[in-house]
């Protein structure tokens, strides 16, 4: 029973009553695309609408259809016997991992000729990679129990094909290689002792895999663990004597969907299609119960309580997957102090606060929270999953947000772990010390990107973010930040006046200039030296802005506000009455166009080369935006 | 479903084409996609649909239609 949901996709919902139709209208469609090809793909498709699917696809490629936005991956397949079954499904489930498929096979037991033929079908398609897929009837494997020596050849006439085969496609197909390790047949000979007695079937399938995955962590070749997915589901079932006997299909059929669906998350995920962020609800799926009816003492994530340890399964898994780099988050229909609640203190509660990058609880729309979670993280909604014990949830998102992957759970949360899992939706190829790190990075911009959408209007979000802004006078510590800002500041420079870091001294001491270097620190951190301000005195009483600029790290949060007020102190302690400010058209500042004019100054002419004078009194009165002030390091 | 409709679900199915209707006498002649490959997806899907098994034998010496629906009865196929 348990294995039924492998055998069936079960986390995939059921496909359309009008499939056939479907494809057969996306066949005969020339603006056909991949968005289309997808949504037909993602449903618990059998063999036989698999193969139509499939069917389709291949025409439509053949046909020159790029299928946008699935990426292309051409795949040759070396196969142990018949392999052509396997075509049109692993064409059609590459597509519900976004993978455009094209697929060729070689020749029916034919796998090493095929490699090493610069001519074969497989060498001359020039395929992205090639598959091995055979199985121990396919390689020079015999059982000699009791025979170390016998049985280490073996192993290595094994290993040596594999290395023939890579070998043989990159040099003539220029293709890499992924290698299917062996399943290991139910049929023991002497039972148990099968595993230690050197020669047997066992042992010698066991050591050939040992070298499958070495050879396959070499020349960018890639493994596909098959042995590791006929046991999930049972070698007695993957080994089907009679299937073997009638038809030469080295699995059973059955298993067909299965094997296609891991193949094409293994293609998908070597076009960079895996998901990067798993969405969770809350109640009855986090935790069992719901937060705003029963409380903290109500909701269920007791150790020793079948229902409590089941949600506890699902946050076990979310939290391993937060340790290899997958990005987890909520979306809830909660109010948000309320939803929090158990995060913080929950003393069972497995997921804390410092594991979510992105928090929607709110009585929006999930849809609308989901694509807010994809906006705030920057990344796609075809990298997020989401998990919802409603039905009629997960039916919204899939209607609003096809993108995303919406697993089909049943109303038993002790499967929801393993049926998020199944879904082969975080599928890796490779496993790097960033991949780790990843979380934090992304958390930080999100933060803010939360703020701001959730504060009322822009005065308060900015409040909120605790700003405390830093003004020096030009000094030795900041001279090589100030001079790389003035030589690299494009878009918000009004002047684009490059000066070497000897000038930038020269001004430090230079009684007839006015400079100011800015900071800015905010309640996520310190974002460093942001603006830079340089003005010349003209005669007793007027400053003349040479230079303000200011990095786009900063935009919008009322800098130059700030930066006018403290220009402003400044002038009107030095006696000075008028500030005169310039806007110098670089090519690439158009974004400053209005910048004086926002600040309320009054244009005041022309200059050469389309350049346009301001000039403002320092009388001027402007709001103050909420910020603390630090002068020279005392705050103001 | 009788166990005609059954299988002519499945010939439909397997075959991708919803237009088949069964006879006894039809053979692999009479339905384009019907070719050997075909043959074992199509053994396959009735021997799970109907919870049967057939041999090598009996797969090979089929030659039309009614000797399946008889083979099937035979197996006490349901």
């Not at chain 1, 590459?94 to 020749?107: D, M, N, T, Y």
């Not at chain 1, 074969?120 to 015999?142: C, F, G, K, Q, Y």
């Not at chain 1, 890639?222 to 006929?230: K, N, P, T």
């Not at chain 2, 629906?69 to 196929?77: D, H, P, R, T």
Request: charged fraction near 25%; include cysteine.
């Amino acid at each position: 029973m348990q294995t039924n949901i492998f055998e069936t996709l079960d986390w995939l919902p059921d496909a359309p009553e009008d499939f056939r139709q479907r494809c057969k209208s996306l066949a005969e469609d020339a603006n056909a695309s991949g968005r289309e090809v997808s949504a037909l793909a993602n449903a618990k498709l059998d063999n036989n609408k698999l193969r139509v699917l499939g069917g389709v696809i291949a025409k439509l490629i053949a046909n020159g259809r790029t299928l946008h936005p699935l990426s292309p991956f051409k795949l040759g397949i070396l196969g142990t016997g018949t392999t052509d079954l396997l075509l049109p499904p692993v064409v059609a489930s590459a597509a519900r991992h976004g993978v455009a498929l094209e697929a060729i096979a070689g020749h029916y037991e034919s796998a090493l000729q095929d490699a090493l033929d610069s001519g074969s079908v497989i060498n001359t398609a020039r395929p992205d990679a090639v598959l091995v897929a055979l199985d121990h009837r396919s390689l020079p494997i015999t059982a000699v129990p009791g025979e170390p020596e016998l049985a280490d050849r073996i192993v290595e006439d094994c290993a040596q094909i594999y290395a023939a085969i890579c070998g043989a496609v990159r040099q003539h197909g220029g293709a890499f290689c992924i290698l299917q390790t062996l399943a290991s047949p139910p049929e023991a000979i002497f039972g148990s002792l099968d595993r230690s007695v050197p020669g047997t079937l066992e042992w010698i399938i066991g050591r050939v895999n040992d070298r499958i995955i070495d050879l396959a962590q070499r020349d960018g070749n890639v493994l596909f663990d098959v042995a590791r997915l006929a046991a999930t589901v049972g070698t007695a079932n993957w080994f089907s004597p009679q299937e073997w006997n009638v038809a030469k299909l080295a699995f059973s059929y059955g298993y067909v969907p299965l094997y296609a669906d891991r193949l094409g998350g293994l293609l998908g995920a070597l076009r960079g299609k895996s998901r990067k962020c798993l969405i969770l609800d809350l109640d009855n799926t986090m935790w069992g119960g719901v937060i705003g009816d029963d409380g903290m003492a109500g909701i269920n994530m007791r150790q020793g309580d079948a229902t409590g340890e089941a949600h506890l399964t699902l946050q076990q898994a979310a939290l391993e997957l937060h340790k290899r780099g997958i990005l987890l988050a909520v979306s809830s229909k909660n109010t948000d102090e309320v939803a929090r609640e158990p995060f913080r203190s929950h003393p069972e509660m497995l997921v804390r606060e410092k594991h979510i990058v992105a928090f929607q609880a709110n009585w929006r729309d999930k849809a609308s929270n989901i694509a807010a979670i994809a906006q705030e993280l920057n990344i796609g909604l075809d990298s997020l999953v989401f998990m919802d014990d409603n039905p009629v949830e997960r039916d919204q998102i899939r209607q609003a947000l096809p993108q995303v992957l919406v697993p089909e759970l049943s109303s038993d949360p002790s499967d929801y772990a393993r049926r998020m899992l199944a879904t082969n939706a975080f599928e890796a190829v490779a496993f790097l010390q960033e991949d780790k790190a990843r979380s934090e990075s992304y958390k930080a911009n999100a933060q803010r990107l939360a703020l701001k959408s959730d504060a009322i209007n822009m005065e308060d979000y900015l409040a909120s973010l605790e700003m405390e802004i830093h003004f020096d006078p030009f000094d030795e510590t900041g001279r090589s930040r100030i001079a790389q800002l003035i030589n690299k500041s494009n878009q918000y420079n009004l002047t684009t006046r490059r000066y070497t870091e000897s000038e930038v001294a020269q001004l430090e001491e230079d009684s007839r200039a006015f400079t100011l270097q800015v900071r800015l620190k905010d309640k996520f951190g310190d974002n460093g030296m942001i603006s830079v301000v340089i003005c010349r005195a003209e005669g007793d009483d007027v400053w003349q802005i040479d230079t303000w600029l200011m990095s786009c790290r900063v935009l919008g949060r009322q800098v130059e506000h700030m930066v006018l007020q403290e220009l402003l102190h400044h002038a009107r302690a030095a006696g000075v009455r008028r500030l005169v400010g310039e806007w110098r058209p670089s090519g690439r500042n158009d974004m400053v166009r209005d910048h004086y004019a926002k600040l309320g100054f009054t244009a005041d002419g022309e200059g050469s080369e389309g350049s346009t004078r301001w000039t403002l009194s320092t009388d001027h009165e402007a709001p103050r935006p909420r910020m603390t002030v630090i002068r020279s390091g005392v705050s103001v | 479903m009788s166990q005609q409709e059954k299988l002519q679900q499945i010939f439909r199915d397997v075959f991708d084409d919803p237009s088949i209707e069964l006879e006894p006498s039809m053979t692999a002649d009479d339905i384009a996609e019907w070719d050997s490959l075909s043959h074992v997806r199509l053994m396959l899907e009735v021997s799970k649909a109907f919870g049967v098994r057939f041999s090598a034998s009996e797969v090979s010496s089929l030659t039309n239609v009614g000797d399946l629906e008889a083979l099937i009865a035979a197996k006490g196929g349901a």
